[in-house]
């Protein structure tokens, strides 16, 4: 019997093949000189190895080896002992051997040895690479890992398994080591441990350069930069400047460069330590900014300061200033002081430049207000300026404080080294509103010219807020304002700076306002204005007012109080319920612009009144609708509606037509839809403001019409009222008067009215008259019985045979009664057609059932034709 494990073994034949078996160091050899006769052949100079037994059979058994993974066969004959002493899992030793007829190893002299000389362990012959996941610690184990496979396996392991015992492992330390199995257990663990490499040693810094693909680090170890590849940054593409970062050093080229770079928690890397004690000094050496940055000299500016009754030179950067501003020799300015934790050098940071450094310099200083904010730089307009003075953001001397349109400001204007010919503003500070000052206000004498009233023509615009916030925008405009100055009309500028922060004044608002004179042009302009008389909602002033021209599902349209537009409105800006709302429902509103079109907000009602009506004259005139209003028909670019009067002259020739406007307040019927050329009835009316005419209480005349209601579908319907193509009216639940529920079958009258935009045509001013009638019979199945004949497809009975009963009558009785008792209903039609008859008896049947006693028959009889066309009914009880 062969172990399948040796099915391709080939016996050795030559020396430097052998596998070296060797004694196993956990157990002693023992003396064994009994000899035995087998066929196998022995090794010469053959070790003896220890084993354990796995298998007991009839006559042979099977060891497994403790050194080595192979299972040996041996027969009962090679056991030196009695056999029946020896027991599965009884250690064993013995020598290798080949069987001469199979050349398969087999074990031979065989000997029980004891058990302790037998090791627990089997160590596997090669050596593993991995890596020390886990350090040991407070007597805890530690782990290493390896990976088998494209599998990763952990491995336990403690100090007596470290060759070198007082050696320290650290975690991502390269090591081999030997993998041994538990015999009993079959658990693993790692022995013979041995460091193969040690972890390189880690380091910190910043990030102080970038390019597309590569960089530089400020070290925090020492004062210099490393190069560093993209390639060696996984996250590189999510790198910033400042960004704090752990990296390894190897030396390329001769050169040490970052490699295995890793982000770290901002604030991680720290360079020095900031003194809070604040020194006041003067600047000696500023940085020049016309040069390219000095990798070898980063700390180019010097300040000079008293300490200890004695001056000091202290360096500075160009990123310790709090902001990007100019600094000037001779400027006073206020700093901390940094002492680096590498080298110990002192330098100034958190540099502010003081306000006696404008009075020492001699600079000259002016004052404008910002009109124009970009990504990175902007515009001032100053008092005594034309033009407007560009400026750079890192100029502001407070960079905590970002700047908006119409900031007042203070700086100084300087010639920009790069485009000759061109200024531009430097230490730039902040002042309080209202310092700068524009305009000199026109007086009389001594008293200040009075107040004037104007209404906005045109409002000033103010597109940007702040840069900080990433909205920007183009240049301030004027506004106009329109008041009248000795009878006359006149014109008048504004800025937005004049105006009331809080309330600015939009177009169409009366305004309050004093003349000035402008310190730059000497024009006069309109300051110090105020908005009077105005109610004000969530920002927006209720300075307009009209009526409700048309509503849809989720929005309307109001029709101005002048009749000449209309301004379109959400029903989420209605204040309440816009179920409420009717047509030509008096409302007042504010104005908004929305994608460039105007738009109604803060909507609410009026009393009914308060927007003053036309005063209308008693004549009712007659006229043609010569323009209808824009809700009827949305193609049309004018919003109100025109009605044409033809007037007849003596000599019978006609006079051009009088024109009357007319807007959705001048209909009678608020739903009453007109169409460009029904004829109409109407009245004058007079504004008495404007005095302007059009007309009033507009009524349509149109023919109408009666039929009943056929089918309600929601909030519409459709009535027996056949138009073209044969279709069914339709109408909406909308024109039905007096807000009656209509239900089917219920008699209305309507007009009806052709929609000349549409094509389509439908039943309005619906007014129901009547009732729905009981449900009868429909007429089409009337129609179809009376059209049935017996030649039709349908089942039919044929009589074979006159019936004849015992009494020689016809029929059958089922009672001893007498053909006297039997009612008889004979139906004669003689020369009538086959349907007339079946339709006598169709209207007969019903009065047979109902009328007859026991018995009864109907019979349709025709002389002409023979008994298989007669049909005879018997009725019995």
């Known amino acids: ?79 030196s002992g009695k056999i029946e002493h020896l027991k599965i899992g009884d250690p064993v030793e013995f020598e290798m051997t080949y069987d001469r007829r199979t050349g398969k190893p087999i074990a031979s002299s065989v000997g029980k040895i004891a058990s302790e000389a037998i090791s627990d362990e089997v160590l596997s012959e090669y050596r593993v690479s991995g890596f020390v996941t886990t350090e040991i610690s407070n007597g805890t184990e530690g782990r290493v890992a390896y990976e088998n496979r494209g599998e990763c396996f952990f491995l336990p392991y403690t100090r007596d398994d470290l060759e070198i015992t007082n050696q320290l492992l650290k975690a991502n330390d390269k090591v081999t080591f030997q993998i041994a199995t538990d015999k009993k257990t079959g658990s693993l663990r790692a022995r013979n441990v041995q460091l193969e490499k040690a972890q390189p040693e880690r380091y910190r810094g910043v990030v102080c350069a970038l390019k597309e693909t590569f960089g530089f680090i400020e070290r925090a170890d020492v004062v210099k930069e490393i190069f560093f590849h993209s390639s060696e940054c996984k996250d590189f593409r999510n790198l910033d400047l400042g960004t704090d970062v752990e990296f390894s050093i190897q030396t390329r080229n001769n050169k040490e460069v970052a490699v295995n770079i890793n982000c770290l928690p901002p604030g991680t890397v720290v360079f020095e330590d900031v003194g809070l004690e604040e020194v006041i000094g003067r600047v000696i050496n500023p940085i020049d900014r016309s040069q390219s940055r000095q990798l070898n000299d980063p700390l180019s500016g010097k300040i000079q300061y008293c300490h200890e009754n004695r001056d000091v030179d202290i360096p500075f950067g160009d990123k310790d200033p709090r902001g990007d501003f100019t600094l000037q020799k001779g400027d006073w300015v206020r700093f901390k002081i940094a002492t680096d934790r590498r080298d110990n050098l002192q330098r100034a940071t958190n540099i502010e430049l003081l306000d006696e450094s404008f009075l020492v310099s001699g600079e000259q200083r002016e004052q404008g207000i910002i009109t124009t904010l970009k990504e990175s730089f902007g515009f001032i307009k100053c008092p005594n300026r034309e033009s407007r003075v560009y400026f750079r953001f890192c100029e502001l001397l407070n960079p905590d404080s970002p700047v908006q349109l119409q900031d007042e400001v203070e700086f100084t204007v300087v010639k920009d080294p790069v485009s000759a010919g061109r200024s531009h503003a430097i230490r730039i500070k902040q002042l309080p509103p209202g310092t700068v000052c524009f305009n000199s206000i026109s007086s009389v004498g001594d008293s200040v010219t009075e107040q004037n009233i104007g209404i906005v023509e045109k409002i000033a615009t103010n597109c940007s807020k702040s840069p900080s916030k990433g909205v920007f925008g183009s240049a301030s405009t004027d506004g106009i304002i329109s008041f009248h100055k000795n009878g006359e009309k006149e014109i008048i500028h504004y800025q937005i700076k004049d105006c009331d922060f809080q309330n600015q004044p939009k177009s169409g608002d009366k305004v309050e306002f004093i003349i000035s004179t402008s310190k730059v042009n000497n024009q006069k302009i309109a300051s110090d204005i105020k908005v009077v008389g105005q109610q004000v909602k969530n920002g927006i002033r209720y300075s307009q007012r009209g009526f409700i021209a048309a509503l849809k599902d989720s929005f309307g349209f109001i029709e101005t109080e002048d009749h000449e537009n209309e301004v379109f409105f959400h029903f989420s800006a209605f204040d309440g319920n816009p179920s409420l709302l009717e047509l030509g429902q008096e409302v007042e509103y504010g104005v908004i612009q929305k994608g460039g079109k105007q738009s109604a907000e803060c909507v609410r009602k009026l009393a009914s009144g308060s927007i003053p009506s036309e005063e209308i004259h008693p004549e009712v005139l007659n006229g043609v609708v010569y323009r209808t209003l824009h809700c009827f028909n949305p193609d049309q670019e004018e919003y109100c509606g025109l009605i044409s009067v033809s007037d007849a002259v003596e000599d019978g020739t006609l006079e051009p037509p009088t024109l009357y406007p007319f807007g959705i307040t001048s209909l009678y019927d608020k739903h009453d839809l007109l169409q460009n050329g029904d004829v109409v009835q109407f009245q004058i009316g007079v504004s008495k403001t404007t005095g302007q005419e059009r007309g009033m209480n507009v009524k349509a005349i149109r023919t109408r019409y009666q039929s009943v209601v056929e089918a309600i579908r929601g909030s519409f319907g459709f009535l027996a009222y056949e138009i073209e193509d044969g279709k069914k009216l339709f109408f909406h639940m909308s024109e039905v008067k007096d807000g009656v529920t209509l239900q089917t079958g219920d008699k209305v009258d309507f007009v009806i009215v052709h929609n000349q935009r549409t094509g389509k045509s439908s039943a309005c001013n619906v007014l129901k008259t009547g009732e729905s009638q009981p449900r009868q019979r429909p007429e089409r199945l009337i129609s179809r019985l009376r059209t049935m004949s017996v030649e039709d497809c349908g089942p039919r009975v044929l009589v074979v045979r006159q019936p004849r009963g015992p009494d020689g009558t016809n029929g059958f009785n089922f009672f001893c009664k007498t053909a006297d008792d039997q009612p008889l209903i004979h139906i004669s039609t003689v020369g009538s057609s086959p349907s007339n008859r079946t339709n006598a008896l169709v209207k007969l049947m019903p009065d047979v059932m109902n009328g007859l006693g026991c018995n009864g028959a109907a019979e349709i009889h025709n002389n002409d034709e023979p008994a298989a066309n007669l049909v005879t009914c018997h009725l019995t009880d």
């Not at 196993?24 to 196998?40: C, E, I, L, R, V």
Request: aromatic share 12%.
């Open 1 to 79: 019997m062969s172990s399948p494990q040796w099915k391709h073994f080939q016996p050795l034949t030559q020396d430097s093949t052998t596998l070296p078996y060797q004694h196993s160091p956990s157990f002693s050899k023992t003396a064994n000189n009994h000899s035995n006769n087998t066929t196998t052949s022995t090794l010469s100079g053959s070790l003896r190895e220890a084993g354990i037994v796995e298998k007991l059979l009839h006559s042979y058994g099977f060891i497994q080896c403790c050194e080595r993974q192979a299972r040996l066969f041996f027969h009962f004959s090679q056991f």
